[in-house]
């Protein structure tokens, strides 16, 4: 018998993860970045639903593209800054954006306001993926197989 699932709830009763599985040294600012797993409450499995909340200096993520992975971010208050391989853009409160699967325009966004923001990330969930991370500096990729990342380094070796 499976376990029943709730037909709502509030999202605050959700737990907060925090942190992040990046290894050093790219594991730095992160620390107030608080994902809330909405879809996984709800068994959903044919794409993710995320609350996340960055404090002030916080980002999203290392900035990264997925090959067979759609993500949707929306804003609900707070602002945020989307770092692209085009720029900059700051959002506010009501702005969303996209980011097609296998585009290698690698995103993050990062909260250098003075308050926290508030994003709700939607994303399809392959149970195989690849996820690039754009900077030079930044020596990762994420393999994702049976629905679980592990990051090595860009040349395939584990960290």
Excluded at 50 to 59: F, H, I, K, Q, Y
Excluded at 70 to 96: N, Q, S
Aim: hydrophobic share 35%; charged share 25%.
């Amino acid at each position: 018998m499976s376990d029943p699932k709730p037909a709502a709830i509030r999202a605050a009763d959700i737990p907060a993860r925090t942190g992040t599985i990046y290894p050093k040294p790219y594991d730095k600012g992160f620390e107030g970045r608080a994902k809330r797993a909405l879809g996984d409450v709800f068994g959903l499995s044919q794409f993710g639903v995320n609350l996340t909340v960055l404090a002030p200096g916080s980002a999203s993520s290392q900035r990264h593209w997925h090959e067979k992975e759609d993500e949707f971010i929306y804003v609900l208050d707070g602002e945020v800054t989307l770092i692209g391989d085009t720029g900059e853009l700051v959002l506010t409160a009501g702005m969303c954006a996209g980011f097609k699967a296998g585009v290698p325009n690698g995103h993050q966004l990062v909260n250098r306001s003075s308050v926290p923001a508030s994003i709700l990330e939607v994303g399809t969930r392959s149970d195989v993926e690849t996820a690039h991370y754009s900077d030079a500096a930044v020596d990762m990729k994420a393999i994702k197989q049976n629905g679980r990342f592990q990051i090595l380094h860009k040349d395939g070796t584990p960290y």
